[in-house]
T-cell receptor, first 116, second 113 residues
């Protein structure tokens, strides 16, 4: 089956620093990837849609200058949390859409970010 | 805007009991419907999906879901649950070719051995 990886799986950083999270589709090409944020005991909140070779589309209320998304290739999208603050601590999940499978999204294992 | 409602926040069942988890959505147009499962400590996995055709879809591990267009519903069922079905279940709706999915708040299923 389609596999999506994320790196790192968890990261601890100081307030004010930037953190980059990678999302890779390992065995398929993904023209579209999605970035979600999951709060404890809550559902996934879509942050942005990342399209290969073009600018990401951000959901309402998500600061695009704070959450920089780059989708440079058909298998890699990155999310950079800039000038991180403790309130950015969360579980970030990416997914990649396999067009061959028809609109199905395959999810990465997530990245736990803790900002001190 | 699209919304997805999962009425059951936490369901507790004994093994061999039957399961039905509700999911309703608000979009009136063409939709693709999904159920995902997140086992403890693991990432989201697709259980089943509906795009078109037979409204009763069968997924992995004995799960099935029925799309009832008139009720805007896509309820998940399993006739006999197992302890290993303990997990978080998410319903998601994708508006045709829009690409992005809207998720429900999830239902925590606890199956007692």
């Amino acid at each position: 089956g389609a596999v999506v990886s994320q790196h790192p799986s968890r990261v601890i950083c100081k307030s004010g620093t930037s953190v980059k999270i990678e999302c890779r589709s390992l065995d398929f090409q993904a023209t579209t990837m999605f970035w979600y944020r999951q709060f404890p005991k809550k559902s996934l909140m879509l942050m942005a849609t990342s399209n290969e070779g073009s600018k990401a589309t951000y959901e309402q209320g998500v600061e695009k200058d704070k959450f920089l998304i780059n989708h440079a290739s058909l298998t890699l999208s990155t999310l950079t949390v800039t000038s991180a603050h403790p309130e950015d601590s969360s579980f970030y999940i990416c997914s990649a859409r396999d067009l061959v499978g028809g609109e199905t999204q395959y999810f990465g294992p997530g990245t736990r970010l803790l900002v001190l | 805007a699209q919304s997805v409602s999962q009425h059951n926040h936490h369901v507790i069942l004994s093994e061999a009991a039957s399961l039905e988890l509700g999911c309703n959505y608000s979009y009136g147009g063409t939709v693709n419907l999904f159920w995902y499962v997140q086992y403890p400590g693991q990432h989201l996995q697709l259980l089943l999906k509906y795009f078109s055709g037979d409204p009763l879809v069968k997924g992995i591990k004995g799960f099935e879901a029925e799309f009832i267009k008139s009720k805007f519903s896509f309820n998940l069922r399993k006739p006999s649950v197992q302890w290993s079905d303990t997990a978080e279940y998410f319903c998601a709706v994708n508006e045709g070719n829009a690409g992005k999915s809207t998720f429900g708040d999830g239902t925590t299923l606890t199956v007692k051995p």
